[in-house]
């Protein structure tokens, strides 16, 4: 059964900063992994979206990558700014389980300025 | 172009009591999801469509919980009757294609049971 582990919980940076998030899975078959923002009270923004065949995808200060091999993802933003301020959330689509996403619990960010 | 649009935003009702959730998915898109998202958690499947078709319910408690996408587009989530651990935001997706297509989400309809 898949499994997604996002760490850390929660953390707090002083604006301008780069900083990178983390996301874990534990089975590599997966058609895709999708980055997420969700602010307080709303729904899921979605950042950006890496297909199993790729290994980074790029918009404007956000950086995700993806090495399927070792079950992982990272999320880079670069200058951070408080706007960035937000719950992150990583969701792989499993080949396995009828192209559902599994989520993990997600990274709250908070971007002092 | 329209987003996922959902109603109501906000519920609040006593147990035992009935509720209903509307889902509009993006123009054209076959596939929709309703989703549950307790605190601090992240959103968790309840049930996934293909056009008018359930093709994965099994979280779904069908003992309380029951869905329709009737003529393939807009889709209602049920709870009768509510109990206080139903208290969560039920999320509503829609993506292009099933297996593959990137999920757009809609802002959330948040249910308090009292």
């Known amino acids: 059964k898949q499994e997604v582990t996002q760490i850390p919980a929660a953390l707090s940076v002083p604006e301008g900063e780069n900083l990178v998030l983390n996301c874990s899975f534990t089975d590599s078959a997966i058609y895709n992994l999708q980055w997420f923002r969700q602010d307080p009270g709303k729904g899921l923004t979605s950042l950006l979206l890496?297909?199993?065949?790729?290994r980074e995808q790029t918009s404007g200060r956000l950086n995700a990558s993806l090495d399927k091999s070792s079950g992982r993802s990272t999320l880079y933003i670069a200058a951070s700014q408080p706007g960035d301020s937000a719950t992150y959330l990583c969701a792989v689509r499993p080949r396995n389980q009828g192209g559902k996403l599994i989520f993990g619990q997600g990274t709250e960010l908070s971007v002092k300025p | 172009e329209a987003g996922v649009v959902q109603s109501p935003r906000y519920k609040i009702i006593e147990k035992k009591q009935p509720v209903a959730f509307w889902c509009n998915p993006i123009?054209?898109?076959?596939?929709l999801y309703w989703y549950l998202q307790n605190l601090g958690q992240g959103p968790e499947l309840l049930i996934r469509y293909e056009n008018e078709e359930a093709v994965d319910d099994s979280q779904l408690p069908k003992d309380r919980f029951s869905a329709e996408r009737l003529k393939g587009v807009d889709s209602t989530l049920k709870i009768q009757p509510a109990e206080l651990g139903d208290s969560a935001v039920y999320l509503c997706?829609?993506?292009?294609?099933?297996?593959?297509?990137?999920?757009?989400f809609g802002e959330g309809s948040r249910l308090t049971v009292l």
């Open positions: 123009s054209g898109h076959n596939t």
């Open positions: 890496i297909q199993s065949s790729q």
């Open positions: 997706a829609s993506s292009l294609t099933g297996s593959t297509g990137e999920l757009f």
